[in-house]
């Protein structure tokens, strides 16, 4: 199996509140929200749940939601105990090599892509407003591209009891590659961009990473991005770890280069907050944070009904 990854807070925030699991067969990608460090705080407690299941007997798509569930509930449960941690969450991307194939596990608007013949194709479907509204036809895809609520999330782990996983299965072929990144990628740079990083590393998925990373930041940076690439020999199920990749921690410039030759730092324990540590002063929010929050207050489902009778009678 070879195995690329990167993170990096952006050129906006102060926190990275992205977490990720590189613990092969299982890979993750999780992007928390919440006031504060609260989002650190919910997509750490996710990322440890994933790598504590590891072990887990089960298979398939039912141990992928399962584990999912695991973590949803961790998340939950601060949020409750903790004033502090109230209305927190994440969204969650979930891959597991299972034999000779490929098992997804998605909430939010994280994504996987499969990379195949030169092609990139998005696997999950973002659960989102605007997603939402592109999927019914009341929008097209270059609408959402620059719409004032494309940050607004539809379906989050931690921020209910129980939370609906989207799960799906991929045979993979020889020459695929996989793709789980945090939306601050996706926000930033296009599917060309992506394809164009991987042609010019293909054999190197550390350099393709920080390459999208470095692309992501010349686009402006404006939230946490975090990138995860794994690829499978079609059929074999092998899952020996041939790459490891450095953490991107800071940017100096808009030179790709300078996002090179930073010390390595080992994935999930870096970002995992412990269960018991009291938030820094709270930060800028992101946009999507504030708007779960309320969502969340008057009631997620109304909140949706309401946003999309507003678009019709005004877009």
Not at 78 to 87: Q, V
């Amino acid at each position: 199996m070879k195995i690329g990854f990167a993170t990096h807070p952006g050129r906006k925030r102060r926190h990275n509140e992205d977490a990720y699991v590189v613990e092969p067969p299982l890979f993750a990608v999780a992007d928390g929200m919440g006031g504060a460090k609260a989002g650190e705080v919910a997509s750490g407690l996710a990322a440890a749940a994933l790598k504590e299941g590891a072990s887990d007997a089960s298979s398939g798509e039912d141990r992928v939601s399962s584990l999912i569930q695991e973590a949803n509930r961790r998340v939950f449960r601060r949020a409750t105990e903790d004033r502090d941690a109230s209305g927190m969450g994440t969204t969650m991307t979930v891959a597991l090599v299972d034999g000779d194939r490929v098992v997804f596990g998605h909430v939010g608007d994280s994504r996987a892509y499969l990379i195949r013949n030169g092609a990139i194709e998005q696997l999950t479907d973002d659960h989102s407003l605007v997603a939402e509204l592109v999927r019914s036809g009341r929008l097209t895809p270059e609408e959402a591209e620059s719409h004032p609520q494309r940050s607004v999330i539809t379906r989050a782990v931690g921020t209910e009891p129980d939370v609906d996983v989207d799960t799906f299965v991929i045979e993979p072929t020889e020459g695929d590659l996989f793709l789980i990144c945090s939306d601050g990628l996706t926000d930033m740079v296009d599917d060309r961009t992506i394809i164009q990083a991987i042609e010019k590393h293909r054999g190197d998925l550390d350099n393709a990473a920080k390459a999208l990373v470095g692309a992501a930041n010349r686009g402006g940076g404006e939230d946490n991005i975090t990138v995860v690439f794994f690829e499978v020999d079609g059929g074999t199920g092998d899952t020996a770890v041939t790459q490891q990749a450095p953490v991107v921690e800071s940017a100096t410039s808009d030179d790709e280069d300078t996002l090179s030759g930073l010390e390595g730092v080992p994935p999930v324990e870096t970002m995992v907050v412990t269960p018991g540590a009291a938030p820094a002063l709270s930060e800028p929010p992101k946009r999507r944070r504030r708007a779960l929050q309320i969502s969340l207050a008057l009631a997620a489902l109304l909140i949706v009904a309401a946003a999309v009778l507003w678009l019709l009678e005004h877009v």
